[in-house]
RNA sequence: GUCCCCAUCGUCUAGUGGUCAGGACGCCAGCCUUUCAAGCUGGUAACGCGGGUUCGAUUCCCGCUGGGGACGCCA
């Protein structure tokens, strides 16, 4: 039989890295299973529901290249359907009408609570003849569950769980106003789309108990289940908005790379022994759902960095350019031809030494701010009024210099240091401030090279006459 | 309260009835060095507790504690 899945959000919200989670381990298990995986948006709830929610999940899985195989399906769209399958479970005796007013049903778990009872629905309508109730009343359809036995699930991730029938809920299926609920329709459309393997938080897990008994009353195969651990916050409670940045397209803007996020995602609950650097080909060759922890992880900020900090030195020069312009354009910086060129030579020094696109993004600025540079607090006493001097005395060196490559950049700069007596480090800083307007920066000889002569000299030239602006912030 | 799930360094994890309990992130130190990174080297740090089973338990069983989840005419 071959595998379908599905990641199945509901459109109440962006989306969030748990369901990237839940999404990535569904997409890894269709691919390695030779499967399929699809995209179902649970927008039952229709108050709820919004469009921008819908479009953010598509948009979050997009850039984490997980579009589904196949256009998604809209759970609202099939609400007939799901009404068909309560309709015939009502003919066949499988499900009943409940007319308990929510007051009433409020009321009951009140009281279950005071008396510190289970808060479960008491069947009351259960047997009651439709006869004896006024025709125009208001009900719900509810599952007859079975209140003996127990439930037994093979779960692929939990192993075998196993529920008193006692403690499910005769759980309701339409509502009054005659739509059908979550419960209802999950399970038919599971059943429909032919889903072979649910894959999906571990919060489902009390459901998946009484979706068992859904399938069972609907006379159809059960799938097969897999319910992953939730990711927590730092403290180990439920990753929630005082955590930060919980939404994908979050860390798209803090300057995440999708294959950054991927990687960090699926090694929260899943290794290959010890590799921590997983490519997808990798993870698809070597993914099993049956791999995957009971343990729920962690959300750990700096691992990620860590990740992402690796994933950037990956990518191509060009590549980055790529995405670090629109940043800088963003941030009002006019990048021209000539700045364009100095940070594709520039960017190898430069992604080196960032963690995200906006770190880069922040030190690009050396090879594409328009002169004059602005100081950074500590550059700016690196400058004093003899060390000014010196930098003029240094350019007028560098003006006759035959090559201008690093080696002798490096050179002359030397040499320059010594007939100053000076050691080379006491000259290269304030050079650095000069020519960077920062004290952090890739290695002298290479930005040198990188702005080119003319633009060097411009830059010592405007240090030495001390016509930089000042800024607050600092590197 | 009822039910379900979980438990190895701070975090993510590997692992086995007998291991110096391994790796990664972080942190610390050193090397390199023009700064910062990167890289390299070294260090710090864990089997929650109590009972069993066993010649021997981190590993198997039970209890406890701790954590998480579910108990809606939400999904």
Known sequence: MSVVVRFAPSPTGYLHIGGARTAL????????????????IEDTDRARSTEAAIRAI????????????????????????????????????RAYRCWCTPEELEEMRARARAEKRPVRYD????????????PDRPSVVRLAMPTEGETVIEDLVQGTVRIANAQLDDMILLRSDGTPTYMLSVVVDDHDMGITHVIRGDDHLTNAFRQYQLYRAMAVDVPTFAHIPLIHGPDGAKLSKRHGALSVTEYREMGILPEAMRNYLVRL????????????????????????????????????????????????????????LPRLEAAGIRVDEAGRRRLEAGMAGLKLRAR?????????????????????????????DAMRKNLEALAGRLVHLQRWDEESLESACRAFAEELGLGFGKLAQPLRA??????????????????????????IEDAARGRNPAVQQSH
Not at 124 to 129: A, I, V
Not at 434 to 459: K, N, Q
Request: with cysteine.
């Open 25 to 40: 381990f569904n997409w890894l298990y269709a691919r390695h299973c030779g499967g399929r995986y699809l995209l179902r």
């Open 58 to 93: 598509f948009e979050g899985l997009e850039w984490l290249e997980l579009s589904p195989d196949a256009p998604p399906v809209f759970q609202s769209a099939r609400a007939d359907r799901h009404r068909e399958v309560a309709e015939r479970l009502l003919a066949e005796g």
């Open 123 to 134: 069947r009351r309508c259960r047997g009651r003849d439709p006869a004896s109730v006024p």
């Open 269 to 324: 609950g899943w290794s290959l022994g010890d590799r921590e650097i997983l490519s997808t080909e990798e993870m698809i060759r070597h993914f099993d759902i049956r791999d995957v922890g009971r343990s729920p992880a962690r959300f750990d900020m700096n691992k990620l960095l860590s990740l992402n900090a690796h994933y950037l030195r990956e990518r191509a020069d060009t590549e980055l350019l790529r995405l670090v």
């Open 356 to 384: 995200t696109l906006v770190e880069l993004a922040e030190a690009a600025r050396i090879y594409v701010a328009p002169r004059p540079l602005p100081l950074t607090p500590k550059a700016a006493r690196l400058l004093d």
């Open 434 to 459: 000069a020519l960077t307007g920062t004290t952090v920066s890739p290695g002298l000889f290479e930005v040198m090279c990188v702005l080119g002569r003319d633009e060097v000299l411009a830059r």
